[in-house]
């Protein structure tokens, strides 16, 4: 119950389907509708976890944060905006499955790294790491979640913290932005190098 009030009380924030449309490029908007509902509705209850837990305790409890490293290190998926299926089809499903999970993981690290809150160890002493150190710490170097998470989590905490038109429409073009960025960079990480011609010059026959 107390989840479902989380995701209830981050509602205000989230932009509408005509919002949404009215500030990402034409035929994305249901894709980032989608991405940014599950991404606000996770945001909102993972900051109100950890602001519960350092209200009564001080600090995180550990066992909260684990989930950090496993989420980071693992491959975010970033989902085709422009793609589209027929509703009731199993690609229809799985698209809708992708595109929540992306929103998942980033409403939940982006969450982690706004709180910056202190982690408590499972012998009560606390650790040497806040929560957005552990994240950063944990996040593979080269990754595109680190500069999906710089764009992402500003605009979240905005939309939260000042849920009016103007920052729940930033937030959708953001979220837009931020998952192309992150695609095209993992892009250029998988893109072959460009052979140096002048080794062949080097090498070649004289």
Do not use: N
Not at 31 to 46: C, G, K, N, P, Q
Not at 83 to 91: C, F, I, L, V, Y
């Amino acid at each position: 119950m107390a989840h479902a009030r989380d995701y209830a009380d981050g509602r205000p924030s989230l932009p509408s389907l005509d919002e949404v449309s009215a500030s990402v490029a034409p035929g994305r908007a249901e894709a980032v509708h989608a991405i940014t509902d599950m991404a606000l509705a996770e945001y909102v209850a993972t900051r109100a976890e950890c602001r519960t837990q350092v209200s009564a305790h001080g600090a995180c409890a550990e066992d909260l944060t684990r989930r950090i490293g496993q989420m980071a290190r693992q491959d975010i998926p970033l989902p085709d905006l422009d793609q589209s299926e027929t509703e009731g089809t199993d690609a229809f499903l799985q698209r809708r499955m992708d595109l929540s999970r992306a929103g998942y993981v980033i409403g939940t690290l982006a969450a982690y790294r706004e709180a910056r809150a202190p982690i408590k160890g499972e012998d009560g002493q606390l650790l040497p790491q806040s929560t957005d150190q552990l994240l950063a710490r944990k996040t593979p170097k080269g990754s595109p979640l680190t500069g999906l998470l710089d764009a992402a989590a500003p605009a979240l905490e905005r939309a939260v913290s000042a849920p009016d038109a103007m920052s729940r429409t930033a937030l959708a073009s953001t979220i837009e932005k931020a998952i192309v960025d992150a695609q095209e960079a993992r892009r250029e990480r998988t893109r072959p190098k460009a052979r140096d011609a002048s080794i062949d010059d080097w090498f070649g026959e004289h």
